[in-house]
């Protein structure tokens, strides 16, 4: 690789590192180029992005960013996963494919500031989704709207019951 290609590839990572929400780093060393291809297949359903760069050129591109302590982590073959919408989508993902395939395995992970082990990869994973976090704020608004609508509704429904009593009580039912 000459040098005008590094350093197209560190400005191409200084630039998804910028607009990333989160990513996660993973060793692949021994995965069949086949698994590689549905793990990537599992990734790009996430919105997320799968890629492999030379570890010094990382090194480089994380150079003098708070993502530094990530350095460490770049020994050997690695594998990053770029999360631009959701951040607990990558980890989501490689957690339960650490799971399924012993030859993947998490080495780390970096959200809003912090460096995480392959422990706090997984409890990145447990963090609820964009879209439960919706699901949740959707519920939390319309509770009250319900409980009004149900209280509302409460006192026909109440005299409709005692009506239909009442008539069974004389029809003899």
Do not use: H
């Not at 297949?41 to 030379?54: I, L, M, N, S, W």
């Not at 494919?97 to 997984?122: C, H, I, M, S």
Request: aromatic share 8%.
């Amino acid at each position: 690789m000459d040098r005008g290609t590094k350093e197209a590839t560190v400005e191409e990572l200084k630039g998804k590192l910028a607009k990333s929400t989160s990513l996660v780093v993973a060793d692949y060393k021994g995965l069949t180029v086949p698994a590689v291809t549905s793990l990537r297949d599992e990734f790009r359903k996430a919105q997320c992005e799968y890629k492999v760069y030379k570890n010094t050129l990382f090194k480089r591109a994380i150079a003098g960013t708070p993502m530094e302590p990530l350095s460490n982590l770049f020994e050997g073959t690695t594998a990053v996963i770029f999360s631009w919408e959701s951040p607990s989508a990558p980890a989501k993902v490689a957690t339960k494919y650490a799971r399924e395939q012993a030859k993947f395995k998490l080495k780390g992970a970096y959200y809003e500031g912090t460096v995480f082990d392959e422990k706090g990869v997984e409890s990145l994973a447990a963090m609820p989704g964009k879209d439960e976090l919706r699901a949740k704020l959707l519920a939390t608004l319309q509770a009250p709207a319900a409980g009004l609508v149900r209280t509302l509704a409460a006192g026909p429904m109440n005299f409709m019951y005692l009506l239909a009593a009442q008539e069974k009580k004389l029809t003899g039912e």
